[in-house]
């Protein structure tokens, strides 16, 4: 395994500059992060008890058959002596600057302030499609052209591959001002029979939307942009294949995927950005215009540790010893960066497969820095888009109450 630092990472300002990676690095490499910690020591025989998401799991897994410890999985936010989350969970968290440890484990990712969580690093998040089978359905280029399209060109083209698969026939779609032709027939191993799967993570495809909105959660800033987010979610409703298995896209972040798959089956997986159906004048930002909210995937928070204060003095040192060895040993930084797939709080990422190698060049091109949301939140924007899900004629009135569903659950006010 190499590890990569990638500059372009914590610079978001790059995202219209159209820098390569080479140029981020000799141009602009941010400050390096100082901050050390001690290696934490072989831990003692003990028990561990988690809570952790289903993408998140893998990294418990790796330190206690790494750490001769023996794992407990619950199901039991409360019951566990470490959390590890897609998004920040509530309940009672150890602050973890409140250890020597572990406050310089969060110096390492830059949290000098109290917190009750330490992140797990990022991961690149949009739609995910085999690269073979767009190659056999489009051709060359289209997969750049697919990555730069227009919402009418990216809507169309959903609307005419819907079609093509029910009823193969040779037809045409304008992809980035290109034509490209689905073929007469279906080739050899396209299977797909629905356009999308259920997306893996809903929550990360409301970056853009608050990117938009210039980070303000209010009405006015976000009623334009949450519209198009409306757009996006019912073109996949009424283009849902039945499964993943029969889907061209699913929505997801690389660590969702990867958990999912393994990286075997994540080989030849290529991105193409959330697309949602955005306006000119639901922009009130001034540092991202709408070519680039449309055009760069988002590079999106995959989760966080957190350690119950309710624990006991046992179960809080094995799960301080699990988040030492995940943030200050080489085979803990091997589970975020190839286990789990993500790009490190202090930006190191693996290039051990395609599949990573392909998330390090397309953060060093271009990226949309991923929005902070806690749990409660998360699940309230999924509630709300599932709330969608048997929809046939999409009215103004469900507009509107998707828009306003998604305000409450951003917390926007008037």
């Known amino acids: 395994m190499r590890i990569m630092k990638s500059a372009a990472l914590v610079l978001p300002a790059l995202l219209l500059a159209g820098c390569s990676l080479a140029d981020v690095k000799t141009a602009v490499l941010p400050v390096e992060n100082t901050a050390t910690i001690e290696t934490a020591p072989t831990a003692a025989p003990q028990t561990l008890t988690v809570y952790a998401s289903d993408a998140l799991a893998p990294a418990a897994r790796a330190y206690a058959e790494a750490q001769g410890v023996t794992l407990t999985m619950t199901a039991d936010a409360a019951a566990a002596n470490l959390l590890l989350t897609d998004h920040a969970p509530g309940g009672s968290l150890l602050d973890v600057t409140s250890d020597t440890l572990l406050a310089a484990a969060a110096a390492r990712a830059d949290i000098t302030g109290n917190a009750s969580t330490l992140p797990l690093g990022r991961s690149l998040y949009g739609y995910w499609a085999n690269g073979a089978v767009l190659n056999a359905l489009l051709g060359d280029g289209a997969l750049t052209a697919l990555q730069g399209a227009g919402w009418e060109e990216w809507s169309d083209f959903v609307e005419t591959l819907s079609a093509w698969l029910d009823e193969p026939k040779a037809a045409t779609v304008t992809l980035s001002g290109s034509d490209y032709t689905l073929p007469e027939a279906r080739p050899d191993g396209v299977t797909a029979t629905g356009v999308f799967a259920a997306p893996a993570d809903r929550a990360s495809g409301y970056t853009a939307a608050l990117l938009a909105a210039d980070g303000s959660r209010t009405?006015?800033?976000?009623?334009?942009?949450?519209?198009?987010?409306?757009?996006?979610?019912?073109?996949?409703?009424?283009?849902?294949?039945?499964?993943?298995?029969?889907?061209?896209?699913?929505?997801?972040?690389?660590?969702?995927?990867?958990?999912?798959?393994?990286?075997?089956?994540?080989?030849?997986?290529?991105?193409?950005?959330?697309?949602?159906?955005?306006?000119?004048?639901?922009?009130?930002?001034?540092?991202?215009?709408?070519?680039?909210?449309?055009?760069?995937?988002?590079?999106?928070?995959?989760?966080?540790?957190?350690?119950?204060?309710?624990?006991?003095?046992?179960?809080?040192?094995?799960?301080?010893?699990?988040?030492?060895?995940?943030?200050?040993?080489?085979?803990?930084?091997?589970?975020?960066?190839?286990?789990?797939?993500?790009?490190?709080?202090?930006?190191?990422?693996?290039?051990?497969?395609?599949?990573?190698?392909?998330?390090?060049?397309?953060?060093?091109?271009?990226?949309?820095?991923?929005?902070?949301?806690?749990?409660?939140?998360?699940?309230?924007?999924?509630?709300?888009?599932?709330?969608?899900?048997?929809?046939?004629k999409h009215t103004k009135a469900e507009r509107t109450a998707f828009v306003d569903g998604a305000l409450a659950a951003l917390g926007a006010g008037e």
């Open 219 to 392: 009405a006015d800033a976000l009623t334009g942009p949450l519209n198009g987010v409306y757009s996006a979610v019912t073109l996949e409703w009424d283009h849902m294949a039945d499964s993943a298995e029969n889907a061209v896209f699913r929505r997801a972040k690389l660590t969702d995927l990867l958990a999912d798959c393994g990286s075997e089956g994540c080989s030849g997986l290529v991105l193409i950005p959330f697309k949602c159906n955005f306006e000119d004048s639901d922009l009130t930002t001034e540092e991202y215009n709408l070519d680039g909210l449309l055009d760069y995937p988002v590079l999106a928070d995959a989760g966080c540790l957190a350690l119950n204060a309710d624990t006991d003095a046992a179960g809080l040192k094995a799960a301080k010893s699990a988040a030492l060895w995940l943030y200050s040993n080489g085979a803990g930084e091997d589970a975020l960066t190839e286990t789990l797939g993500v790009v490190t709080p202090w930006n190191t990422a693996a290039d051990s497969t395609a599949v990573l190698a392909m998330q390090i060049e397309q953060v060093g091109t271009g990226i949309l820095p991923g929005a902070v949301l806690d749990t409660a939140t998360a699940e309230a924007l999924t509630a709300n888009e599932l709330s969608l899900q048997g929809s046939e």
